[in-house]
């Protein structure tokens, strides 16, 4: 299938660029600004304060604001391994280390997960809300308690938690009231996860939702933010992390200054990007990099998969999606590999829902999958229209579908429904903007088509939200005892590999059910400049977070120079 070819050359290009750099290493330079163009480049920060339980406050605080665990970028790519840390929210233990962090364990009785926390970290100094100050466990208890009090909170996130004790100067415990398997995502590095002093809290104007009393301990200070159009991060002169540059360790940030473009026009973007306006676009689609052809020759450029999941949730909880010979028949009648070659040039995963093929050891490659949940994935319309007649629906029938006002989401749903056409079923399309469209969702009053359209964070987190009953992401209104016990034996198990094994006989089972009609994915790219150096193409090193990256990058002023910028 389309998918290992694709994977190949991505692993080929990554390949040529880490040789192609490695080669050409330099003395790191320090100085200069480097500009990206960040994941959701259209949208503004939504929240500046952890306790609003938005995502995306990991992208837009992040330069600033740390969180105890995070992606170790040495072990990856750029290191000779093979994490090319393209995943939206999953490390794996082998490329996890310490951030505010310096050690954990999972400790028996009482059950608890103690972590031990750095010493040489210290707080911004940030006039008018506090000097600068040692990070101590109180900043840690403080942050999590706030977190788990706010009355935006998921309730169920950190359920399996009894409280957070300060166990010493820079330790805390977290003692449990059960294990989960997803507690390094959860607390070390997820979305929620990042720490902040009480100082800002307490601030004037706003407290810790205004920009303007952002402080935290990262590699940058946000000192200018616009909405729709940028936020500047000066350098944190005083951080306390270092980078390893063939063995000789440097002091970060290399530039002065990080700016994250807001621009919602995508030609307006890449014209930035062609003038040098620009260093770095990440996760741009196809058709803006066969737009970059001119200077396709001058850039680097790498390809991943896509952070969004997307495929067409057919409600389970109600007729016709009641019968799954209904819901295999809507899946055998559209050609997936044709759809990617239509839209994406062949650039597409499929299936990708509701696991990334690069979660190794969680994914099963379509193959070697049960013969039930293959067949779900074959492209078979003379099979669809015989399942309809034996469902009692051999004359077809229409369903209404929401779909997101995208463009690329509405192309793909007008070109499902063609396909659905020809087996005698009629798909009324429904475009909803995103926040009405979300809203149906979060209400649970979605038509019993619902344009599935999100994140896939990580493993775990991916089938909980997907399957669980309780799930506002159930958009397939998934409710079956035995799919809940076998999420809560995922949870409380500690053996990594048997709860590999567990996600990929759910997912298997999963699929086999289709509540969804599985569509394919599309990949992105990242691209940049050659003078931006000691950067391979990663994008994310926690949960869409990628200031880190950032501050071990540094510019080639000399070489920007010399192509004319």
Known sequence: MARGHL???????????????????????????????????????????????????????????????????????????????????????????????????????????????????????????????????????????????????????????????????????????????????????????????????????????????????????????????????????????????????????????????????????????????????????????????????KIKVVEHPDYAGEALAMRVDAPPFDNPKVRLALNLAVDRAAIAKQIYGGHADFPHLPLDETWEGYFTPPEKMPEEAREVLQYNPAKAKKLLAEAGLANGFEFKAQVPTYADQLKKAQIVAGYLSAIGVKMIIEPKEYGAFLSLMTSGKHGPGYWHFAGMSNPTASVEKLFRSSSVWNTARVNDPKVDAALDAIQQERDPDKVKKAVAALTNEMTARAPFLFLPRPRSFTVWWPWVKNYYGEISVSARRDAPIWARAWIDQDLKKSMGF
């Open 7 to 297: 994977g190949t050359m991505a692993a080929a290009a990554l390949g040529a660029i880490i040789a192609t750099q490695a080669v050409s290493a330099q003395e790191p330079k320090y100085g200069g600004t480097l500009t990206i163009s960040p994941y959701s480049p259209g949208i503004s920060a939504l929240s500046w304060d952890p306790a609003d339980w938005n995502w995306k406050v990991s992208i837009d605080a992040g330069p600033y604001m740390e969180q105890l665990m995070v992606g170790d970028l040495s072990k990856g790519v750029r290191g000779g391994g093979k994490n090319n840390f393209f995943s939206e929210a999953w490390l794996s233990d082998d490329v996890l280390r310490g951030e505010l962090a310096e050690s954990w364990e999972v400790v028996d009785k009482p059950l608890s997960i103690v972590v031990n926390l750095r010493k040489n970290v210290k707080w911004q100094a940030c006039k008018g809300i506090m000097e600068a100050r040692d990070f101590t466990a109180k900043d840690v208890v403080f942050a999590y308690n706030r977190l788990i009090a706010s009355p935006k909170a998921n309730k169920v996130y950190f359920s399996f938690i009894d409280r957070a004790e300060e166990t010493g100067p820079h330790q805390v415990t977290f003692f449990l009231k059960e294990y989960n398997s997803e507690w390094k995502y959860r607390l070390g590095y997820g979305y929620y996860a990042g720490i902040y002093p009480k100082e800002i809290t307490e601030a004037p104007n706003g407290g810790a939702g205004n920009w303007q009393n952002a402080c935290g301990t990262g590699p940058f200070r946000l000192t200018r933010y616009e909405a729709g159009a940028f936020g500047d991060y000066q350098a944190n002169k005083e951080y306390w992390d270092r980078e390893k540059i063939d063995g000789k360790p440097y002091k970060i940030p290399f530039v002065d200054k990080l700016v994250m473009r807001t621009i919602a026009d995508s030609q307006t973007r890449l014209a930035a990007f062609r003038t040098g306006k620009i260093d770095v676009m990440t996760n741009i689609s196809w058709d803006e990099l066969k737009s970059l052809a001119p200077i396709r020759d």
